[in-house]
């Protein structure tokens, strides 16, 4: 297939709708790469099978492709070791002992604050911010919705302004393998273009400072003001909660050392890999350099402590990296989906189209929306990354403009959508960890997240145009 017709559109569409109808990551981006070498071949259904095969095991040729997928392994051995050897539960106490909370809103600010912080993976955060929080939060008689909200607010959003976990990672392996040069200093520069992740974590904020309960949570917060505590029973404590064994003393250091050497591993390592410059420096090696000194700081405090043997230690390491298989996977398959609709010419086609009907200024919102709409749907900010940067870095390739805003974009877009979702596993989680009913933390969260992107629908639209 030479010519550039409507045909090339349809690799990206199919994985759009089957990811839609199915809420099958895997599936939809296989079946994306599948049609994508049917065409470009016309080889036939099953040649074209074995061919994209192929084609999704060439990825792991690209060397920074590979590492970033070793990475993600990494970091997932990384989260389950310090979920194992006391550091949440020792960081928990810490944050009780404090005795810093003497009121609704300070308890408030404490689980804003453990979101900002703890940016290594969200889950984590949540699961720490809610187990601390929510007996503060029922003292002073604050809705435990409004604690969902908080901490499902800094969770994602966070850690997508903080990229020195998985989910920047990911992201940097999806622009390298996307082709985009410098891949990590396109990435830091989507952090303050990241509409949506700054607008959910500013608004939560204000709605701290100024007691801004619209709808629902004005509703949830008057019942529980005067004194009816709506829950579910949370009987599990944080131990029970990551698979803590019950003889490990916690430990507030092995949560503290290792993120310090994570956060200061990776500049260290862009600067040797960039031979004293960091902006030139190797994001795929440092990120990987980063987890790995990061996994090694918290084993090593693991081994002396004797919390672990050297036995248990390993069989943890796999059971974290298995964790992340999945979206080992998922980066893989959406890599290659980026790589077949290159060679069709989506990014070139969708280009043309661009120019006769949609005003080059209008293109971020627009991104912003689809990508939101799909995360809703989906309920996974992953899975819309891996289908949207495919589509989105071409065509700003093919305009001749800089992809940070289109890259911008979609993160914000699949942060939209997953914020909302009930579907979200975040989401899902947020419910869990606060003690609050699902559907109730899902109808008390919508408004704030609605006017969070409308705000940055706006936002993309002045971009747009002032960028464009």
């Given at each position: 297939m030479t010519e550039l017709s409507w045909l090339t559109l349809l690799p990206p569409f199919i994985a759009i709708g089957l990811a839609l109808l199915t809420r099958q990551v895997y599936l939809a981006l296989f079946a994306g790469i599948w049609l994508g070498f049917f065409l470009l071949n016309g080889s036939g259904f099953f040649p074209s099978l074995a061919e994209a095969l192929d084609g999704v095991l060439a990825v792991l040729a690209n060397p920074g492709d590979a590492r970033v997928v070793m990475f993600t392994l990494v970091i997932g051995a990384f989260i389950i070791t310090l979920e194992r050897c006391g550091a949440v539960s020792g960081f928990v106490r810490f944050l009780e002992r404090s005795r810093w909370v003497t009121n609704g809103k300070r308890a408030q600010w404490m689980a804003w604050l453990v979101g900002i912080v703890i940016f290594i993976e969200s889950n984590i955060t949540v699961l720490v911010a809610g187990t601390v929080s929510r007996p503060?939060?029922?003292?002073?008689?604050?809705?435990?919705?409004?604690?969902?909200?908080?901490?499902?607010?800094?969770?994602?959003?966070?850690?997508?302004?903080?990229?020195?976990?998985?989910?920047?990672?990911?992201?940097?392996?999806?622009?390298?393998?996307?082709?985009?040069?410098?891949?990590?200093?396109?990435?830091?520069?989507?952090?303050?273009?990241?509409?949506?992740?700054?607008?959910?974590?500013?608004?939560?904020?204000?709605?701290?400072?100024?007691?801004?309960?619209?709808?629902?949570?004005?509703?949830?917060?008057?019942?529980?003001?005067?004194?009816?505590?709506?829950?579910?029973?949370?009987?599990?404590?944080?131990?029970?909660?990551?698979?803590?064994?019950?003889?490990?003393?916690?430990?507030?250091?092995?949560?503290?050392?290792?993120?310090?050497?994570?956060?200061?591993?990776?500049?260290?390592?862009?600067?040797?890999?960039?031979?004293?410059?960091?902006?030139?420096?190797?994001?795929?090696?440092?990120?990987?350099?980063?987890?790995?000194?990061?996994?090694?700081?918290?084993?090593?405090?693991?081994?002396?402590?004797?919390?672990?043997?050297?036995?248990?230690?390993?069989?943890?390491?796999?059971?974290?990296?298995?964790?992340?298989?999945?979206?080992?996977?998922?980066?893989?398959?959406?890599?290659?989906?980026?790589?077949?609709?290159?060679?069709?010419?989506?990014?070139?086609?969708?280009?043309?189209?661009?120019?006769?009907?949609?005003?080059?200024?209008?293109?971020?919102?627009?991104?912003?929306?689809?990508?939101?709409?799909?995360?809703?749907?989906?309920?996974?900010?992953?899975?819309?990354?891996?289908?949207?940067?495919?589509?989105?870095?071409?065509?700003?390739?093919?305009?001749g403009a800089d992809p940070t805003l289109f890259v911008a974009a979609v993160l914000s877009g699949g942060i939209f959508g997953d914020h909302s979702s009930p579907i979200s596993d975040t989401t899902i989680v947020s419910s869990l960890a606060a003690g609050t009913e699902h559907i109730e933390h899902v109808r008390t969260q919508l408004p704030y997240a609605m006017r969070a992107g409308v705000i940055s629908a706006f936002g993309f639209i002045a971009l747009g145009y002032l960028m464009l």
């Open positions: 503060l939060f029922d003292r002073f008689r604050v809705a435990r919705e409004k604690l969902a909200y908080i901490i499902d607010s800094t969770s994602a959003p966070v850690c997508m302004l903080i990229p020195l976990n998985a989910w920047g990672a990911f992201n940097l392996g999806l622009l390298d393998g996307l082709g985009v040069n410098d891949p990590l200093e396109v990435l830091l520069a989507t952090i303050p273009l990241n509409l949506y992740a700054i607008c959910a974590v500013a608004l939560t904020a204000f709605t701290i400072a100024r007691d801004y309960n619209p709808g629902p949570m004005a509703q949830a917060q008057a019942r529980t003001g005067g004194g009816e505590l709506d829950g579910i029973d949370i009987s599990e404590s944080i131990s029970e909660s990551t698979g803590e064994k019950s003889h490990i003393k916690p430990r507030v250091i092995n949560m503290l050392l290792p993120i310090l050497v994570l956060v200061l591993a990776m500049p260290i390592s862009l600067w040797i890999t960039g031979d004293g410059k960091i902006f030139e420096g190797s994001g795929s090696t440092s990120v990987l350099w980063a987890s790995l000194a990061a996994l090694a700081t918290v084993s090593i405090l693991v081994l002396l402590q004797r919390s672990m043997s050297l036995d248990e230690l390993s069989h943890t390491w796999m059971e974290g990296a298995g964790r992340m298989l999945p979206l080992a996977i998922i980066l893989v398959l959406a890599l290659a989906l980026g790589t077949v609709s290159k060679t069709l010419g989506t990014g070139q086609y969708v280009a043309g189209l661009v120019g006769d009907s949609i005003p080059l200024g209008l293109l971020p919102v627009v991104i912003f929306l689809v990508s939101g709409v799909i995360a809703f749907s989906v309920g996974s900010s992953w899975g819309t990354f891996s289908i949207m940067l495919p589509i989105a870095i071409p065509v700003a390739s093919a305009l």
